[in-house]
Structure formats: C-alpha cells, structure tokens
C-alpha cells in the first residue's frame, strides 16, 4: 500500500512538467562548429546551405559564438516553403535584406560557432568553407565523434608536413571551464619493453570558447616526436567538440572528423529480448559521456532498473552499476528506503545493428540479444516531447498517470509521500542536439529532507514502436534516487495522438 500511494501521488505532479512558454518553441538546435570570419586572413570563406523541408514558409534563428565564448544574436533568416538559401560570412556578419537576413551577428573575436533553430520547420544546415582564390569548396558539418568524454582522431599529420598541416579545433559548448588533454600514438610498432607514459598535451577552454591547436604545438608541448603519422585521444572532463583539420599552402582547409560508421561505439537506444522470455521487452541507453541506463523487465509485474557506467572493450562494452526494482520501498520514520543490488554487464555489438550479451547480479546470468533504434531524430529541444504521453500499461504500470512535458523545459510541482508533501523545481532538456534522451535536473524537498540534483537521475528516452517506425511515439521514463535511500521507479509509454 506504502508502494502505490507514493507511486501515485508522485504521476499527479507529471501534467504540470514544463508549462508552456509564452514564446514560440524554437525547436532542434542545429550546430555548426566552425563558420569562418568575414575577412579572413586566409582567403577562406565561411558558406552555409539551409533547406527547409517543411510544407510551410517560417523563421530561422541563428546565433553565433566566437572564439572568445561570447554569444551574438539571435538573427532571424526568413523561409519560404521548401525552399533553400545560401549565406555567407558577409551575410552573417552584416545581414542580407536580399536574402531575407535583415541583421547580422557584427564582428566576432576569431571565426565562429554557429547555432540554428527552426522552430516548427524542418530545416538541414549544411556548411562548408570556400577559399576565395580558386573556388575551392570543403564540408564543415563533422566534427570527431566521442564516447565516454572521449575522441579518437585516427588520422593527424606530424608537426613537420607543412604541405599537409593537421590542427584541431576544440570547443566548449558548456557554461563552465573544459579541461582536455590529448595523447598521441605513432604509426611504429609498440615496443613491448618501452615501459615509459606517453607524453601529454593539456589545455584550458574557457566556457563557450574554441581554441585550435597545430601538429607542432602538440608535439612541442605535450605529446613529442614520432614515427609517421598520429592517432590522437582527446579527453575532456565535460563534453567538448572536436573538428580534425588539415590545411594547405594555397589556402585549401579540410574536414577529416568524419568516422568509418562501422566504429562509431556503441552509443544509442538498444531494444533487447531475454532468452528466459520473462516480463517482456527490455531498453538499454548507452550515452555518450558513458553513462547507461537500462530497463529491464524480469516478471510480470517486477521490473529492474540500471544505472551505471560501461566502457569499450576489444570484443564490445563492459558495463557495472547498481539494479533498482521498480517502485519498490518502505516509509521508516519520515524516510522512504528502498534498495539496490550490484550488477555487471558484457555485451557484443555491431553499431547500429544487433546486440547481444548478459547482465550478471546476485550471482544469476541472465542473456539477452536485441536491435539498435535508428533513424529518429527527435532530439535537440525539450519542446520535441512537450506532447502528452500516457502509460502503456495504463494503471498497472508503476508511473500510472499521463505526463505532458512543456515547451519551455521548466518543471515545477509537488506530491504527497506518506504524511508530507514534496516538492520539485528544475528543468528538462536533451542530453545533446542529435540524441533521442532527455534528462531533469531538479531538486526535490520533503519537509526536512533535501534530495538536490545530485542524488537525483530523471531520465526520458524516445524512440519507435515496433508498428511505426521513425514516430518517436514511445518514451521510457527512469526516476532513480541513488543515495543510501535507493529508490527508483519507471515506466513505457506511448504518445496520445488523439
């Protein structure tokens, strides 16, 4: 009875997640991490391509960050329906009345980091950099991918080709400092009796900024000489972007970010069966800072939660945690307790693809195998799910009651547990631009005990059903409190169409 009346009370505080804004949403952030400066030194020329897909004409927002981490804008660039414009530095800069740009962001310190917002259209930002002698035309849209607050560059040129010289930008997204260092590994074989640490390269980001740095200064300054070419990893301490460069004499700049697809990691949404075939279709999240969740059912009406932390391995990921039963505690005292067990995880992938492995805890094996979710890109706004979602189990599930996120991402509610009321303040938002998982910061207050977004993880993962692919229209919900409480609940839902 203690178990449904928290449950409960808690699902009446969901409909008032997030109200709605007062202004339009302004949809998926589109980022481009390096638009170059009107009147670069270099004859290159910052040029971007916007398609709007949509059946409707509209506007674009569009923002710049500069080197120095300071914002411009919004600028508005209008659309018609279906129809595509083309920008360049001049234009972001000074504004186009021609092209529908009336203002531009002004003059920047360095080159730029670019952010597009559609609101309601569909819109595709392609960039690329032109250099002015000879037309010469390269794509600036990749940047390196990452997993567990890593990047691997495969390919970086040596300090001493200065016909073909590698550099790296680095960006900082955040509101707070980056520190990121950055190893090298050679093309020589590895010495088995070469028993000394690789040298490093170390350097501060200030928040929002950029900086670039050459093959020479890494070698000059951290990482050393070397034997042909390099292979890099990039660690930060919080999520940063990385744009893998090469340039030339003539003034030719290239994008060497893109990866093999084939190893991209094992990042994204998993959709897994049990060979035991007990309590139904279980999802596992593997994000990209290397946290993962998963919801793993394991009877009718028992239900487990993970939350932890997994890494690659050479055969796939290893993963450990803490599994959490799903609405599962007791009120002692004023306090409401749960509990957890320890768990590990083994798996094989193919990205994108299949999965198979087993979680192991309290010393039971337990296989699975399943399917990557792919496609959907719902991701980039909280204004994406602010849409009313109701429980597919309906009131059988452990979170029973319809939740309606807004378009703003501010939440604030309450809800009675036991004999006082709680209260919750904070917000929700993506995990990153192009990832299908939303996360609420938020505090919760019941009487005398403070539960601050630490001890808090509200997680809210979308993705298809089996019957509509590319939809989004099913979401899963984990609520995990993991101080000495140990309490966690969750659920599947669908989106109401009607």
């Given at each position: 009875?203690?178990?449904?009346?928290?449950?409960?009370?808690?699902?009446?505080?969901?409909?008032?997640?997030?109200?709605?804004?007062?202004?339009?949403?302004?949809?998926?952030?589109?980022?481009?991490?390096?638009?170059?400066?009107?009147?670069?030194?270099?004859?290159?020329?910052?040029?971007?391509?916007?398609?709007?897909?949509?059946?409707?004409?509209?506007?674009?927002?569009?923002?710049?960050?500069?080197?120095?981490?300071?914002?411009?804008?919004?600028?508005?660039?209008?659309?018609?329906?279906?129809?595509?414009?083309?920008?360049?530095?001049?234009?972001?800069?000074?504004?186009?009345?021609?092209?529908g740009?009336?203002?531009?962001?002004?003059?920047?310190?360095?080159?730029?980091?670019?952010?597009?917002?559609?609101?309601?259209?569909?819109?595709?930002?392609?960039a690329?950099?032109?250099?002015?002698?000879?037309?010469?035309?390269t794509s600036?849209?990749?940047?390196?991918?990452?997993?567990?607050?890593?990047?691997?560059?495969?390919?970086?040129?040596?300090?001493?080709?200065?016909?073909q010289?590698?550099?790296?930008?680095?960006?900082?997204?955040?509101?707070?400092?980056?520190?990121?260092?950055?190893?090298?590994?050679?093309?020589?074989?590895?010495?088995?009796?070469?028993?000394?640490?690789?040298?490093?390269?170390?350097?501060?980001?200030?928040?929002?900024?950029?900086?670039?740095?050459?093959s020479?200064?890494?070698?000059?300054?951290?990482?050393?000489?070397?034997?042909?070419?390099?292979?890099?990893?990039?660690?930060?301490?919080?999520?940063?972007?990385?744009?893998?460069?090469?340039?030339?004499?003539?003034?030719?700049?290239?994008?060497?970010s893109?990866?093999?697809?084939n190893?991209?990691?094992?990042?994204?949404?998993?959709?897994?069966?049990?060979?035991?075939?007990?309590?139904?279709?279980?999802?596992?999240?593997?994000?990209?800072?290397?946290?993962?969740?998963?919801?793993?059912?394991?009877?009718?009406e028992?239900?487990?939660?993970?939350?932890?932390?997994?890494?690659?391995?050479?055969?796939?990921?290893?993963?450990?945690?803490?599994?959490?039963?799903?609405?599962?505690?007791?009120?002692?005292?004023l306090?409401?307790?749960?509990?957890?067990?320890?768990?590990?995880?083994?798996?094989a992938?193919?990205?994108?693809?299949?999965?198979?492995?087993?979680?192991?805890?309290?010393?039971?094996?337990?296989?699975?195998?399943g399917?990557?979710?792919?496609?959907?890109?719902?991701?980039?706004?909280?204004?994406?799910?602010?849409?009313?979602?109701?429980?597919?189990?309906?009131d059988?599930?452990?979170?029973?009651?319809?939740?309606?996120?807004?378009?703003?991402?501010?939440?604030?509610?309450?809800?009675?547990?036991?004999?006082?009321?709680?209260?919750?303040?904070g917000?929700?938002?993506?995990?990153?631009p192009?990832?299908?998982?939303?996360?609420?910061?938020?505090?919760?207050?019941?009487?005398?005990?403070?539960?601050?977004?630490?001890?808090?993880?509200?997680?809210?993962?979308?993705?298809?059903?089996?019957?509509?692919?590319?939809?989004g229209?099913?979401?899963?919900?984990?609520?995990?409190?993991?101080?000495?409480?140990?309490?966690?609940?969750?659920?599947?839902?669908?989106?109401?169409?009607?």
């Amino acid at each position: 009875m203690q178990v449904r009346i928290l449950s409960a009370a808690l699902l009446l505080c969901w409909p008032a997640i997030g109200q709605e804004a007062e202004d339009e949403p302004r949809g998926r952030e589109h980022s481009v991490p390096l638009f170059m400066a009107h009147g670069n030194p270099d004859q290159r020329q910052g040029f971007i391509r916007i398609i709007n897909h949509s059946d409707e004409p509209g506007m674009v927002e569009i923002e710049g960050v500069d080197d120095a981490g300071t914002r411009y804008g919004p600028i508005e660039l209008s659309l018609d329906a279906r129809q595509t414009k083309h920008l360049n530095s001049a234009d972001i800069e000074n504004g186009s009345e021609g092209k529908g740009l009336p203002d531009g962001l002004g003059d920047g310190e360095g080159d730029w980091r670019l952010l597009l917002y559609g609101g309601g259209l569909d819109i595709e930002p392609l960039a690329y950099i032109r250099t002015l002698s000879d037309g010469f035309l390269t794509s600036m849209h990749g940047v390196v991918p990452d997993a567990s607050l890593r990047h691997r560059v495969p390919i970086f040129n040596p300090g001493s080709n200065v016909n073909q010289a590698s550099s790296l930008r680095l960006i900082n997204p955040g509101d707070g400092e980056a520190a990121v260092t950055i190893t090298g590994r050679d093309d020589a074989p590895e010495d088995a009796e070469d028993d000394s640490e690789p040298g490093e390269f170390s350097l501060t980001i200030s928040p929002g900024g950029a900086q670039t740095v050459g093959s020479a200064e890494l070698e000059m300054d951290g990482i050393g000489d070397g034997t042909g070419k390099w292979s890099l990893d990039v660690r930060s301490d919080v999520p940063v972007q990385v744009v893998n460069l090469m340039s030339t004499p003539a003034g030719h700049l290239s994008n060497l970010s893109r990866a093999n697809p084939n190893y991209r990691g094992a990042t994204g949404i998993w959709q897994v069966s049990f060979e035991d075939e007990a309590g139904g279709d279980g999802y596992i999240i593997l994000l990209p800072d290397s946290r993962m969740y998963a919801w793993l059912p394991e009877a009718d009406e028992v239900n487990r939660m993970a939350r932890g932390t997994f890494e690659s391995t050479p055969g796939g990921i290893a993963a450990s945690g803490e599994l959490y039963e799903s609405g599962q505690f007791e009120l002692q005292g004023l306090t409401a307790v749960g509990g957890s067990v320890d768990f590990d995880l083994a798996a094989a992938y193919r990205p994108g693809d299949w999965i198979r492995g087993t979680y192991t805890a309290e010393g039971t094996d337990r296989a699975f195998h399943g399917w990557a979710f792919t496609g959907f890109e719902r991701g980039g706004a909280a204004a994406e799910v602010a849409k009313l979602w109701v429980p597919v189990l309906g009131d059988d599930a452990d979170l029973n009651e319809n939740f309606e996120p807004g378009a703003d991402g501010e939440l604030g509610f309450s809800f009675t547990a036991g004999t006082f009321t709680c209260n919750v303040t904070g917000t929700i938002g993506p995990v990153n631009p192009a990832f299908t998982v939303y996360e609420a910061d938020v505090t919760i207050i019941c009487s005398l005990l403070i539960l601050p977004p630490g001890v808090v993880d509200l997680i809210v993962a979308v993705f298809d059903s089996p019957e509509s692919p590319g939809s989004g229209d099913r979401a899963m919900v984990l609520a995990i409190v993991h101080d000495d409480t140990k309490i966690g609940f969750g659920a599947v839902y669908g989106l109401d169409e009607s």
